[in-house]
Nanobody, 126 residues
Framework: EVQLVESGGGLAQAGGSLRLSCTAS????????IGWFRQVPGKEREGVAC???????????YYTDFVKGRATISRDNVKNTVYLQMNSLKPEDTAVYYC????????????????WGQGTQVTVSS
């Protein structure tokens, strides 16, 4: 099992940047694909980006259309941390951002992620 803790959320202005961090505990960190999701009240949780396991797929990345060109997901395997760098922020990026871990090598569906962090709030002002 893996435990996840997000950090780095906060208030940003439109056009600005934030870097979210997801730190995992557990010796098998590299065996998990890590995804970032977001949710606003009254809406379903939606995927933002994911990065594959280190052991199987060596960090392949995937981005949903609304963040392509504005976000970068990366892993620091020494720190057991996955980052989501988001640039050119928009007010519609306002949400609670969650990271999640999957034992699949690659997963974009939230249902494939059994382990979740507590979330970090991102608020983008116009």
């Amino acid at each position: 099992e893996v435990q996840l803790v997000e950090s780095g959320g906060g208030l940003a202005q439109a056009g600005g940047s934030l870097r979210l961090s997801c730190t995992a505990s557990g010796r098998t960190y590299g065996d998990y694909a890590i995804g970032w999701f977001r949710q606003v009240p009254g809406k379903e949780r939606e995927g933002v980006a994911c990065i594959s396991t280190v052991t199987d797929s060596d960090g392949q990345t995937y981005y949903t259309d609304f963040v392509k060109g504005r976000a970068t997901i990366s892993r620091d395997n020494v720190k057991n941390t996955v980052y989501l760098q988001m640039n050119s922020l928009k007010p519609e990026d306002t949400a609670v951002y969650y990271c999640a871990a999957s034992r699949l090598a690659w997963a974009t569906n939230a249902n494939d992620y059994p382990y979740w962090g507590q979330g970090t709030q991102v608020t983008v002002s116009s």
